[in-house]
């Protein structure tokens, strides 16, 4: 289970940390979206192994209250979306085979 206690506080993303971790296959991610005064928190998760940016359009993402309410609320989502997609993690596949298109990541495909 995702621990809430093992996550960064609150005050690492007031200062633009983005947290990112990996759960049996699930990877997530939190970071701070949107603009000042309209701050959220913004919460992904994706098939592993890729990292963030090689599964561009691949995640599912949600936006919560930019407090630590919200930062709860955040990682109860991750768990949520664990516990519900626990098929779709078990079922990621080894690095080495997935097919990875370097131009689309590195030239956003022009």
Not at 26 to 35: H, L, S, T, V, W
Not at 39 to 50: A, D, F, N
Request: proline share 4%; with cysteine.
């Amino acid at each position: 289970m995702i621990d809430e206690k093992k996550i960064m506080p609150f005050n690492f993303f007031k200062y633009g940390g983005v947290y990112s971790g990996e759960h049996y296959g699930m990877r997530y991610q939190i970071k701070r979206a949107g603009e000042k005064p309209d701050y959220e928190l913004l919460g992904s998760v994706w098939q592993g192994p890729l990292a963030y940016g090689a599964a561009e359009g691949r995640q599912t993402q949600q936006t919560f209250s930019y407090d630590e309410q919200g930062r709860k609320k955040c990682i109860e989502w991750i768990a949520e979306q664990y516990e519900t997609r626990k098929d779709e993690w078990d079922a990621a596949p080894a690095l080495l085979d997935v097919e990875i298109d370097l131009d689309t990541i590195y030239n956003n495909g022009n």
